[in-house]
């Protein structure tokens, strides 16, 4: 049944999308670890890394994409379920420092040792065991989503009151996040990681492991997204984000549909973040900061709204161009390029990247073609 | 299906008992009764404001009135339930403006009206069973839309959209069918093709029908109930509702 759920409605779209996943994530790592550093087919691990970070990335937008695309939801605080996915990483990767720390304490970070804390607070018990790190990465901004969502929805919240108060969520969170007593390393966050279930973060193969790890879960991802959207669930999906009332009078309780693709949005969010984590390094409270949860929207924007697969090439795509702005004269701009970027793609490709190549790739194909479905503008 | 429930306080499908609304110091409904058999069919009509719409919103869950009853099926309090489930109970309903999902195809837009369990689970894992589709194929022959039930909905003209629209109430199965001016903006053709469709459904379920056209009315021959002010002015058929003196003072402004 999970079969057939997961790929019986897969496009040649999807299939050109996974293989092109499978395949970088074998190319990439195997000519990091096997070519010699001399050669022209060498990736270094820094740019694999690098790499690693856009297709986090990627996912991320994939799971704004579930929701913004499909169910009309424009969540402005998506990066509120990447940080608290990134945070149970960093947690279990900061118990696993031990007494390596600078202060040497074989229990408590470095940064509450810092703090003159006694004991390791309550919510940071089990972070030392992987499985239940992993069960967190998931839960945290699951259950997040589902009481924010559950409010929210409930309360028949819609439109821009409900990107408002998304934003909100995550700015609260960077406020929170900040503060020292909170228990999660203030601004510094967490960092100065070690070992990953017993290899060294840093290590080639580790980063190597990472990276075909991120693009496993991508291609997952991709396809529990792709499994929902294709099911008649991912219909009423749509149909509520076209004619929400009408979905109401048909004896859909549109409040419980939006709380399930919200909350299994949040899941994958989360886990983008906790695979951003170690392959960067640092997790702290900056990734709530609601401009990255607004980078994020122009990512699906960029690549095409609606599509998943174009969402996951925006957020490539512009991150790629954001690497390449600010690691040159041209840093202060970046801003003004991003923003000059989501004015353009808005004016003249409405449908991103990927619509827009659709849309001349059929009029090629067949002249009188009829257009293809497209999202209705964001309310 | 029809037969009054055991323990039911009236034998009638729908019944309205001084029902009331106001919004902002605005009384849209004051005191209006009503009654539907089951099995009838019932034209509705009045004058801008007359509170035609207001009544539909009540009875489907959108509006809750602030005084009155609104039973359905004899025992059901339709005042305590929301959208979905009014819905679910089987009452189904036609907006004025054609309501479809643009970014379906036709037949998606009948599948989302299928009756069927509406649960997030049960409609992840569906999977659209023989009789199923026999019967979506049945609709789309009905509104004769059967040959581009590949094509979006959003393409369609006005008048293929209510009809589609009109196929997705049927499709619903509902008991009773709430239709609001299913001839507004159709051509004269149109208008008799939708009355006799409408006719059609009338045979093995309840409707009420909310129209300004005149010769729709005539056309589907029914009991009429005139709605004036948020009450009932005057009931019964065409001719003699036509001949009343007050309607005739309300509709033409006298």
């Known amino acids: 049944m999970i079969g057939r759920f997961l790929f019986s409605t897969m496009d040649k779209r999807g299939h050109v999308f996974l293989a092109l996943v499978a395949a970088i994530g074998l190319a990439v790592p195997l000519a990091n670890l ?24 990627a996912l991320l937008a994939i799971s704004l994409d579930l929701v913004w695309g499909y169910c009309g939801i424009l969540s402005l605080g998506h990066g509120a379920f990447f940080a608290l996915g990134g945070y149970a990483m960093g ?39 992987f499985p239940f790190a992993m ?35 995550t700015y609260a969170l960077l406020l929170a996040f900040f503060r020292n007593d909170m228990g999660f390393g203030g601004n510094n966050g967490l960092t100065d990681f070690k070992d990953i279930i017993g290899f060294n973060v840093q290590a080639q193969g580790t980063r190597a492991a990472l990276f075909a790890t991120t693009c496993t879960m991508l291609a997952a991802g991709f396809l529990i997204a792709r499994g929902i959207v294709g099911s008649k669930l991912g219909k009423v999906v749509i149909a509520i984000r076209d004619a929400e009332s009408r979905t109401r009078f048909l004896g859909y309780r549109v409040d419980r ?44 924007a960029v690549g095409g709204r609606g599509t998943l697969v174009g969402a996951a090439l925006g957020a490539v795509v512009v991150n790629w161009a954001k690497t390449m702005f600010t690691s040159g004269l041209m840093a202060p701009y970046w801003l003004f390029a991003l923003g000059a970027l989501f004015v353009l793609v808005t004016l003249f490709m409405p449908k991103g ?27 | 299906m029809n037969a009054p429930v055991p323990g039911a306080l009236t034998s009638s499908l729908l019944y309205l008992d001084g029902v009331s609304v106001s919004f ?36 489907t869950g959108k509006t809750r009135p602030d005084e009155g009853t609104v039973m359905f099926a004899g025992s059901v309090d339709l005042t305590r339930l929301d ?19 643009d970014f379906h195809s036709i037949e998606d837009n009948i599948l989302l009206a299928l009756k069927s369990k509406r649960s997030v689970l049960k409609t992840l894992f569906w999977q659209t069973q023989a009789a199923q589709q026999k019967r979506i194929d049945e609709i789309l022959g009905i ?85 004036h002010e948020g009450a009932v002015l005057a009931e019964g058929p065409l001719d003699q509702v036509s001949a009343n003196e007050r309607v005739v003072e309300v509709y033409l402004g006298r």
């Open chain 1, 135 to 169: 069960l967190m990465v998931l839960l945290v901004p699951g259950l997040l989503a589902f009481v924010f969502g559950w409010f929210a929805f409930r309360s028949r919240v819609t439109g821009v009151y409900l990107s408002i108060i998304t934003q909100a969520l």
């Open chain 1, 353 to 379: 990247i990927l619509g827009t190549v659709q849309g001349w790739w059929e009029k090629r194909r067949k002249p009188e073609a009829v257009p293809a479905a497209e999202p209705a503008p964001a309310e």
């Open chain 2, 83 to 101: 959208e979905a489930a009014i819905a679910n109970l089987g009452i189904g309903r036609k907006f004025q403006k054609p309501t479809v999902f």
């Open chain 1, 34 to 57: 096997l070519v010699p550093a001399g050669s022209p087919f060498h990736v270094s691990t820094a740019t694999m890394s690098l790499w690693g970070k856009y297709l986090c990335y």
């Open chain 2, 24 to 59: 902002d110091g605005f009384k849209a409904i004051r005191g209006l009764s009503l009654t539907i058999e089951p099995g009838e069919m019932r034209a509705i009509i009045g004058p801008n404001g007359a509170g035609k719409t207001t009544m539909m919103d009540i009875i």
């Open chain 1, 257 to 300: 549909f939006k709380l399930f693709v919200f909350t299994v949005s949040a899941c994958m969010a989360g886990v983008a973040g906790a695979l951003y984590v170690p392959q960067v390094g640092i997790i702290n409270p900056s990734e709530f900061a609601p401009a990255n949860s607004i980078e994020t929207v122009i990512w699906v």
């Open chain 1, 91 to 129: 947690m279990y990767l900061m118990r696993q420092i031990g007494s390596r720390g600078v202060y040497g304490n074989p229990i408590l970070p470095d940064f509450m040792v810092f703090l003159n804390w006694q004991e390791l607070p309550w919510y940071w018990w089990g972070f030392s065991s």
């Open chain 2, 143 to 227: 509104i004769k839309l059967a040959d581009k039930r590949d094509r979006l909905a959003g393409s369609l003209s006005h008048g293929q959209k209510q009809w589609l629209e009109i196929g997705m109430l049927l499709a619903q199965d509902p008991r009773l069918l709430l239709v609001d001016e299913p001839a507004a903006g159709m051509t004269d053709g149109e208008t008799a093709q939708t009355a006799a469709l409408l006719k059609a459904i009338a045979r093995d379920h309840s409707v009420i029908v909310v129209e300004h056209d005149m010769g729709f009315i005539r056309e589907l021959g029914v009991k009429v109930t005139v709605l």
